[in-house]
């Protein structure tokens, strides 16, 4: 009886010491930057209950906020957090198949650890009880319920993230940006260099019905100027969430030569949602330069569903739609170890958190930060205001280097007819409802 008294008050002292010890509960240690309504809040997770989430900032003050107020990396991280205290409070059976199951385990201990523990235990008890019987009876009850509940061999398992990831394969990057003639790459011995004119082979601009005037133009995306991303990715120790920064430059390359930015623009508002995106999910910046905000999944009808659409500048892969199950940054590990991202058709459509190592600019600040290194645009006319009601009906290439622009505002039509010669010299000419013509001219 004495043998099992001891070994269950051991049972309940290793359990009880799990559970203080887990990630989350409450104090100051366990706070949290928050995304709720696109702002930034710190406070500690306390409970979630019927759709409303419970935290507490660090003066102590309780609040409340409905879960589809918070950004969809936290809505992920709450459900984890409400599995994880369910299971707690139910003892609920560990499922080794679900991945989001794994990352909240009680018990994140091998049978190593356990029989160190036990081996301690027992020296411990050695000096304390008298009768050997009582110790070698002690020592294996509590031995066999601790195996029972510790994980086994967790940290070896394959679901686990490896210490390192594969390199990119130089020849093979060379093949996936090798589908489009615009594009050209090279390589040193730590970066992918990617080459282009920043203007696609695909249509652009209609379908824009949130415009802020910008026309796409070329840009000098070559040599010292070109888009880079590592040959040898490194997994970040805490990958860098989407909705909290690089809200500022491209966090992708896609195999097209365009740069591929965050879903969300510099005012953290979803671009595709606010109507500021292309029928490809493109549109031009300041610069009059043309990118993504969401993933091209439009360029699968030339590589194929099987090859990447872009590759992220902390060096993974971007693919389109998978039914794999993915991590909470879109992504997933490969049987070899590699990573690769996916998209989806709803917020944030890839990369909710970079998984890899980047270097960011340290003289942006989040969330307008940007990845480094950036290719540079260089703008030829002032950016403009926003054009309020305007709609893009139609673009057309009018010859080398010549576009022309259709929008509507209400049922009037007016076009910006623009093109650029050998020189430098670009020619922008504004027409008006009217037919009148207002034409300006600029050198790069």
Known sequence: MKTFSFSLLVFFLFYNSSLLAHKGGHGHENLKQWRINNETIEAAFLISKEDKVFLETKSGQIIAYDIASFSYVDQKHIQKKVAYIDAVNHLASHHP??????????????????????????????????????????????????????????????????????????SQLEVYFGHFSGVTTTADDSYLYVESNGIPEHGMMTGITNWQQQVPIDQNYTKDNSWAFPLQPVLAETPLLSSEHFMRGAIAIAVNGIPVFN????????????????????????????????????????????????????????????????????????????????????????????????????????????????????????ALMPLAGAEITNFSSTGTNAYSLEYQIGIDTYYTNYSWDENGLYTYEYVDSEGNITIETYQR
């Open 97 to 170: 198949n679900d991945p989001e199951a794994q990352s909240w385990q009680p018990f994140e201990m091998t049978k190593k650890k356990v029989l160190i523990i036990v081996l301690v235990m027992a020296i411990i008890c050695f000096f304390i009880f008298k009768k050997r019987k009582q110790l070698l009876g002690n020592g294996i009850f509590t031995l066999s319920i601790l195996i029972v509940l510790a994980c086994d061999d967790s940290s070896n398992s394959s679901d686990d993230e490896p210490s390192q990831v594969p390199a990119n394969d130089v």
């Open 263 to 382: 879903p969300l623009n510099n005012r953290g508002e979803d671009a595709f949602v606010i109507g500021e995106l292309d029928n490809w999910g493109g549109h031009c910046g300041r610069a009059d330069d043309y990118h993504y905000h969401i993933p091209p999944t439009h360029l699968e009808a030339i590589i194929g569903s099987d090859q990447p659409l872009a590759y992220a500048l902390d060096g993974f892969p971007i693919y389109g739609e998978t039914t794999d199950e993915l991590d909470e940054y879109l992504g997933k590990f490969n049987e070899d170890g590699s990573y690769q991202y996916h998209t989806t058709n709803t917020f944030p459509y890839f990369i909710a958190g970079m998984r890899g190592q980047v270097t960011l600019d340290p003289n942006s600040t989040a969330p307008e930060d940007q990845i480094l290194p950036q290719a540079l645009t260089q703008e030829v006319r002032p």
